[in-house]
C-alpha cells in the first residue's frame, strides 16, 4: 500500500509564485498532485479549516487543530484498505490515528497522522506528544507519519523506542531552494517522517521537491515537500 503525506501551509500563495495564480489554482494543483501519486491513505497538515476535494478518497470524519491549522486523513475509494472500515481517534493537538481492523489476512494497524511541536526548543514537547499518541493508539502496529518538527538528533529517541525510522532520501524541507515565504533563515532538514513499529515496514520513499513551473516562474506549492512511501503490514513482529 502507499501513503502520502503533505503539510500544505494554509494553502498560501508562495511569494515566488506568480500573480496569476489564483487560490482555486493551488487547491486544483493540490488534487492533481495527489490522483497522481495514487496513495491509499493521504495525511495533510497545516490545512485552512477545509480539505482540498479529491474524488477517489474519502474523509475520515475526525480533525483536530494543531498548531497551525487542521489536520486530515483521506483513505482511497478503491484500496483494498478501504473494505476494511477504518476508524479513526483524536489525539487533541496532537494527530489523528486511524486504525484498520484485520482484513483478509492482513493484521490491524494504525497511521497516525502527526503535526507536533515546532522549533529547536520544542523536543521535550515533541516527545511527549508523541508518547500520547503512542499510548492512544488502538494496535500496536502503529506508522506515525507528518510534519514530525524533528532534528535529525531527536529522532535517536523514537529509535529507542523501539521505531523504525528511516531517514528520507533528500530532504522534506529546503528554504535554500524553496523560497516559499521571502522571510526566514535557509536550511534544510528532515521534518516529515515516518516511524515505524515492529510489524511495519517502510519503503521506496519519495521527496516530491521538483517546482512548478508557470509563466516563466519557479516555486512550490508549499513550503514544505510532499512525501510518499510503501508500506507492508505483516504478522510478524
Not at 493551488?26 to 498532485?33: K, P, Q, S
Amino acid at each position: 500500500m502507499k501513503l502520502l503525506s503533505w503539510n500544505l501551509a494554509m494553502l498560501e500563495r508562495s511569494a515566488q509564485a506568480p500573480g496569476s495564480v489564483r487560490h482555486d489554482m493551488i487547491e486544483n494543483a493540490v488534487r492533481e498532485f495527489t490522483l497522481d501519486v495514487a496513495p491509499d491513505v493521504v495525511c495533510w497538515q497545516e490545512l485552512p479549516n477545509k480539505v482540498p476535494f479529491v474524488e477517489t478518497l474519502d474523509l475520515m470524519q475526525a480533525t483536530t487543530r494543531s498548531h497551525s491549522g487542521q489536520m486530515a486523513t483521506l483513505v482511497s475509494k478503491d484500496s483494498p484498505l478501504a473494505a476494511s472500515e477504518p476508524t479513526i481517534d483524536v489525539v487533541d493537538g496532537v494527530g489523528l490515528l486511524t486504525t484498520f481492523p484485520e482484513h483478509d489476512g492482513r493484521p490491524a494497524f494504525t497511521v497516525g497522522n502527526v503535526h507536533l511541536e515546532p522549533g529547536k526548543g520544542g523536543v521535550g514537547r515533541r516527545l511527549e506528544q508523541l508518547g500520547e499518541l503512542v499510548s492512544k493508539s488502538p494496535t500496536e502496529r502503529l506508522l506515525i507519519v507528518g510534519d514530525t518538527n524533528m532534528r535529525l538528533a531527536d529522532v535517536e529517541f523514537v529509535v529507542n523506542a523501539g521505531f523504525d525510522a528511516p531517514k528520507p532520501p533528500r530532504p522534506t524541507w529546503n528554504s535554500k531552494k524553496n523560497r516559499f515565504r521571502d522571510e526566514g533563515y535557509e536550511f534544510s532538514a528532515y521534518f516529515t517522517r515516518m516511524f515505524a513499529s515492529p510489524g511495519i515496514k517502510i519503503s521506496n520513499t519519495v521527496v516530491h521537491d521538483k517546482p512548478t513551473t508557470i509563466d516563466g516562474t519557479k516555486f512550490y506549492w508549499s513550503d514544505h515537500f510532499a512525501v510518499s512511501a510503501e508500506l507492508t503490514v505483516s504478522a510478524a513482529r
